[in-house]
């Protein structure tokens, strides 16, 4: 049978075509050891979908604002519902692009932050960092520790000296970024876990996350969500906070000295109020104008302090929130019929492997 089977099978191709029933009988013939392999296979997918750990995804979608000229503000908001950026085909469009905010999300300044912003953990009673986390999933393990106090304890002592040597000392700031390694490996999870997708049609930005708890993915999106905001907000208002800020400081060190002309003003003034002389004329006069003066500058700037605050307001983008972060119910991984489907499939086509290379395997074997 196996040699009837074979010469079936070296029929398959003839004069550079293939023979559709001879390769149907193949398979046919092989069909054990397709269903072996799919069996296998299936059995390993259902073991990786039911040991794999759980996870969760949560998403936040929001609408950046963005300022339009020609006063479209309306007509563009219509147009992005329908899906057309209409600010931008006619390049009106002032705000900050969008095409940024995956930059700003990956960039170190935003990971570091929100390592060490505060979350709930299903295993910790008390809110603790990403960077809590970190350092203690790397806690040594007993065996670890018997090493180190045994076989290595010569190294041990020799590490807890230096390092309390280098504790007397303080860290020199170089004025530069200074990562440890343990912030480095929270980074990295955190630009693992943290997605953000831009929309270049609508606009749209989305925000997600994957984690294995479900209340800890949704906390994670939304803070990440309002460190991006503050990012762009701090961004785009960057000149004009500055200017408020150089406004704010003339504006306190002149109240100050208006305060002082001012009284010292009118002390003199209900000093003198029945006194006739040309000295105390002269003197009423010099005070007079020295108040008149930080009067008129001191209004000045309190003019230029409410202008530079409404800049601010004026040049701050305002979000939208399409779709807010929220605690998820389904569970989003492991996707156990994907995971039967491709193990079929793959049994399927490694079964198809295993009969092909037997084929090709006996036609070596009998020509050489």
């Given amino acids: ?30 069909r054990k050891t397709i269903y072996y392999s799919i069996g296998v296979a299936v059995f390993i997918g259902l073991i990786i979908a039911f040991t794999s750990p759980a996870k969760y995804e949560a998403y936040c979608t929001l609408i950046p604002s963005e300022e339009k000229k020609g006063g479209m503000g309306n007509l563009s908001a219509l147009a992005g519902m329908a899906g057309i950026n209409l600010g931008s085909m006619i390049g009106q469009s002032s705000g900050i692009p969008a095409e940024i905010y995956p930059q700003v999300v990956n960039s170190y300044p935003f990971k570091k932050e929100m390592v060490h912003q505060k979350f709930h953990f299903e295993d910790y009673a008390e809110p603790i960092s990403l960077y809590e986390y970190a350092v203690a999933d790397t806690i040594e393990s007993l065996g670890g520790k018997v090493v180190k106090y045994t076989i290595r304890l010569p190294w041990t002592i020799k590490n807890a000296l230096s390092n309390s040597d280098l504790g007397e000392e303080e860290v020199p700031d170089y004025g530069v970024l200074n990562l440890s390694e343990e912030e480095l490996m929270a980074m990295g999870a955190v630009e693992e876990v943290v997605l953000i997708e831009v929309d270049k049609k609508t606009g749209l930005i989305n925000v997600s996350a994957e984690l294995g708890e479900a209340v800890l993915v949704a906390q994670v999106v939304q803070k990440a969500v309002e460190l991006l905001q503050g990012y762009i907000i701090k961004y785009k208002t960057k000149q004009a906070r500055e200017h408020l800020e150089f406004i704010q400081r003339q504006f306190d060190d002149k109240k100050i000295e208006y305060e002082k002309a001012q009284r010292t003003f009118y002390s003199y003034k209900d000093q003198h109020r029945n006194m006739v002389s040309e000295r105390v004329n002269l003197e009423f006069q010099r005070l007079s104008d020295e108040y008149d003066m930080s009067s008129s500058v001191f209004k000045g700037l309190a003019q230029q302090l409410e202008q530079a605050k409404i800049a601010v307001n004026e040049q701050t983008p305002a979000f939208t929130i399409l779709e807010p972060a929220k605690v998820p119910i389904k569970k989003s991984a492991p996707k156990k019929k994907i995971i039967l489907i491709v193990s079929v499939f793959l049994g399927g086509f490694l079964g198809l492997g295993i009969v092909f290379g037997k084929l090709a395997w006996s036609h070596i074997k009998k020509n050489f």
């Fill in 1 to 30: 049978m196996n040699i009837e089977n074979t010469k079936v099978n070296l029929q398959i191709i003839k004069d550079d075509e293939i023979d559709l029933i001879a390769l149907v009988k193949t398979i046919w013939n092989g």
